[in-house]
């Protein structure tokens, strides 16, 4: 696709149960970042990918966060017992090489996660 | 005390007027992002910036990477520059990309 496609653009779910929430970075895009962004805060860091491997996960919050990116393309970030707090806009953006050596990274339009 | 500090948090402006949002951050960078977010949450990135300034039609972004401060001006503003300017350092933290971000200056132009 043309840019980075986040899907559900909308979650709406109940305490405890899991959820995915999938990104699909710009084709060629070796770097993918997640992030989480509260009403009137800025985007909170989760997770970096760098190819297949997470290069930096000190952003999840707890145990009950998850993201994978099995062959380097598409990312699931995953959630395991949903607590009203989770409740955010996930982003996700991808970058050429990584932001440090391309200067431009690319977002998607989020996932809004609604957990009642 | 936060990593990165943008002032102001709020700022109105008319039609025309010269734009400054400054960022301010603690920790050690080699480059630093100025990302835009309009309502409904489309993130933009508008500069990734290592040294000096660079220029994009009305915007203008500075850095001074030994101050640890970078500015974002614009030109002659217009109501469609209404948004969140977001300043993103770049901490390399362990060799990783880690785009640490600010909490944004929220930008109202009015005509």
Redesign the interface.
């Known amino acids: 696709g043309a840019g980075v496609s986040q899907t559900p653009s909308n979650k709406v779910t109940e305490k405890g149960k899991y959820v995915e929430l999938r990104c699909d970075p710009i084709s060629g895009h070796t770097?993918l970042?997640w992030?989480r962004?509260s009403l009137g805060?800025?985007?909170?860091?989760l997770i970096?990918f760098?190819g297949t491997g997470a290069?930096?996960d000190?952003?999840l919050p707890n145990d009950r966060f998850f993201a994978v990116r099995p062959e380097g393309s598409v990312s699931t970030l995953k959630i395991q017992r949903t607590e009203r707090g989770d409740s955010a806009?996930y982003?996700c953006?991808s970058?050429l090489l990584?932001?440090?050596n391309t200067?431009?990274?690319?977002?998607g339009?989020?996932s809004?996660l609604t957990v009642l | 005390k936060n990593e990165v500090e943008q002032s102001p948090q709020n700022l109105t402006a008319q039609e025309g007027e010269f734009i400054t949002i400054n960022c301010s951050y603690s920790v050690g960078i080699?480059?630093l992002?100025w990302?835009q977010q309009h309502p409904g949450?489309?993130?933009?990135?508008l500069f990734?910036l290592s040294s000096g300034k660079k220029k994009h039609g009305r915007l203008i972004a500075t850095i001074n990477i030994q101050e640890k401060h970078s500015s974002l001006h614009i030109t002659a503003s217009h109501p469609r520059d209404s948004a969140v300017y977001?300043c993103a350092p770049?901490g390399?933290?362990?060799n990783?990309?880690?785009?640490?971000?600010?909490?944004?200056t929220r930008l109202q132009v009015f005509p």
């Open positions: 770097a970042y992030y962004q805060q800025g985007p909170e860091f970096y760098q290069a930096d000190s952003g806009v982003l953006a970058s990584g932001s440090q200067g431009e990274l690319f977002f339009e989020g809004r | 080699s480059a992002h990302l949450g489309g993130i933009v990135s990734m977001i770049l390399l933290t362990y990783t990309d880690k785009l640490i971000f600010g909490t944004g």
